[in-house]
């Protein structure tokens, strides 16, 4: 079974300070990993993926297959990125178009 | 151009009664998906079209839960006999083909209250 686990409900941090969501993953074969984010009274949408490696919104991801992890990371938060993280995953098997979500990380950034 | 939209945005019934909630995916997306996003589950699978095949419904959480998909396009999903569990916010993704070098696309949901 697939499952997608983000141990922090709530990340509070201050303006400019880094900021680091952490998602870790059970799945036996190879994954693909998003990260997807929900602005207040806006629609679920895809932040970024594990293998287009880009930086979006001065967001980054790294999968460690060893350790079985895709933390998103920011080096300087900006209160715009206040929001809903949820991280997921697709399996590679014959589900792969099902996407498997963690519980979500609700990140506050304060003035 | 326009996203997947939803419709009812809100939706308030009575204990007992059926419900139905429709998707519009994006014109051209073969794949569209529903979720479910409750409080304490998170946002959960619950059935795929490929066209308007359902080849997986294994996260339909009863047999009161029933999709259908006609013309490759509009999607509706129907709720039998309500139940409070069932209310939570109902999102419907479409996507261009199904797997996972293809973006989902998220409608802006279903907001579903059974009292």
């Known amino acids: 079974a697939q499952r997608v686990t983000q141990p922090e409900k709530l990340l509070s941090v201050f303006k400019g300070a880094p900021v680091e969501l952490k998602c870790n993953y059970s799945?036996?074969?190879?994954?693909?990993l998003f990260w997807y984010v929900q602005y207040s009274r806006q629609r679920l949408q895809l932040l970024l993926r594990?293998?287009s490696r880009e930086s979006i919104k001065g967001f980054t991801a790294d999968l460690n297959k060893g350790e079985t992890s895709f933390h998103l990371k920011k080096p300087f938060a900006q209160e715009e990125d206040s929001a809903m993280y949820y991280c997921a995953l697709i399996g590679s098997g014959g589900s792969n178009y099902k996407l498997t979500f963690g519980k979500g990380t609700l990140l506050t950034v304060n003035p | 151009g326009a996203g997947v939209s939803q419709s009812p945005s809100n939706k308030v019934t009575e204990k007992g009664k059926d419900v139905e909630l429709r998707c519009d995916p994006i014109s051209g997306h073969t794949a569209l998906y529903w979720y479910r996003q409750s409080l304490g589950q998170g946002l959960e699978f619950l059935i795929y079209f490929q066209g308007n095949s359902a080849p997986d419904k294994s996260g339909l959480p009863s047999d009161r839960f029933s999709a259908e998909r006609t013309g490759g396009s509009v999607s509706t999903l129907t709720i039998q006999r309500t139940q409070q569990e069932d209310s939570a916010v109902y999102l419907c993704a479409s996507s261009p083909a199904p797997g996972g070098p293809y973006e989902q696309y998220f409608g802006p949901g279903t907001r579903l209250t059974v009292t």
């Open positions: 799945y036996s074969g190879s994954p693909e």
């Open positions: 594990h293998i």
